[in-house]
């Protein structure tokens, strides 16, 4: 019996489709339905893969008849038109909890990279030097943790930070119940408090741009910016100038506006760690997206009941 279509529009890994493809005929568009050239044949389609950041709009779910399960690999779907699907009769599922430890032990990572120099020290050191780079830099233990954003990913991340030593305090509308963090209203006031600014908000339009050039000047030139959320929530000129002046200490980077693509500026800079949108990437994490992806699409077929269903 010929198996059903379904179409990852997302890159994953060969892991991921040779799973799936144990039980669907997979097309594979790794840069988006838009990708895929004209003779191919979406009629039977009837889900997709893909995630926060390539999305699905309302225009490509009416370039497939047939759809009727849209899932995102992860807990992101900000350009998922979830209205649009809901009009369709379309459902749409994501992946929550599925990255948030490996994206927290990410953030961590990369806050400790930057503040203690840790790649250029490296390839300074492979190049024979020795004296001129073992000066003093900072550290996490004692120092001032600020978080914009307070759900699993900016939880976990607080506890990290708490079991460094350092003082945690959080950005969100409301308080959330049941920690003990500092909670304060105004992002801005956040950064004036910090000396490491963590991004772990969604993306959308209601955060575009909410870390800013008065933010950064807040955040000050000892204070350093770690983002592990979407590019989109940063001004990446603003970030880009910040970081040439040295009105804050430095960043470091898993996400950036235009990805793949690198912002010009960026990569002649030596104060700031970049890796390649990547922080909620692990064997664990990806085995249960493929798990939640999976059960949906077994329990679509059955009539049987969605995991985190969204519409």
Not at 126 to 138: F, K, L
Not at 261 to 271: F, H, I, K, M, V
Request: some cysteine; charged content about 20%.
């Amino acid at each position: 019996m010929a198996k059903s279509k379904i179409a990852v529009t997302i890159p994953v890994s060969e892991t991921c489709l040779s799973r799936l493809s144990q039980s669907y005929d997979v097309i594979t568009l790794p840069a988006g339905l838009g990708s895929g050239s004209p003779a191919i044949d979406f009629s039977g389609v009837w889900a997709v893969l893909t995630n926060g950041s390539t999305g699905i709009s309302d225009a490509e779910m009416g370039r497939l008849p047939d759809l009727k399960l849209v899932s995102a690999y992860g807990a992101g779907y900000e350009n998922v038109d979830v209205e649009a699907a809901r009009r369709r009769g379309i459902h749409i599922t994501h992946a929550p909890n599925t990255n948030t430890e490996t994206v927290a032990d990410h953030a961590l990572a990369l806050m400790l990279a930057v503040s203690r120099d840790i790649c250029q020290r490296d390839r300074r050191l492979r190049e024979g030097a020795w004296g001129a780079i073992r000066s003093a830099r900072p550290t996490l233990s004692g120092a001032a943790l600020g978080i914009i954003g307070l759900g699993n990913i900016g939880q976990g991340v607080a506890k990290r930070g708490e079991a460094f030593g350092m003082r945690v305090a959080y950005t969100t509308r409301n308080p959330v119940t049941d920690v003990d963090w500092q909670h304060v209203a105004d992002p801005l006031a956040l950064a004036s408090i910090s000396d490491f600014l963590v991004v772990a908000c969604p993306g959308g339009p209601a955060t575009r741009h909410l870390v800013d050039r008065h933010m950064l000047a807040a955040l000050g030139p000892d204070g350093f910016l770690v983002n592990v959320s979407r590019g989109m929530v940063v001004d990446t000129d603003a970030l880009v100038e910040a970081l040439q002046t040295h009105r804050i200490a430095g960043a470091g980077l898993d996400v950036f506006d235009g990805e793949p693509g690198l912002p010009a500026g960026l990569a002649d800079l030596e104060n700031v760690v970049l890796t390649p949108h990547m922080a909620g990437r692990s064997p664990a994490a990806e085995n249960a997206q493929i798990d939640i992806f999976l059960h949906n699409l077994a329990a679509h077929r059955s009539g049987g009941i969605l995991k985190a269903q969204l519409a």
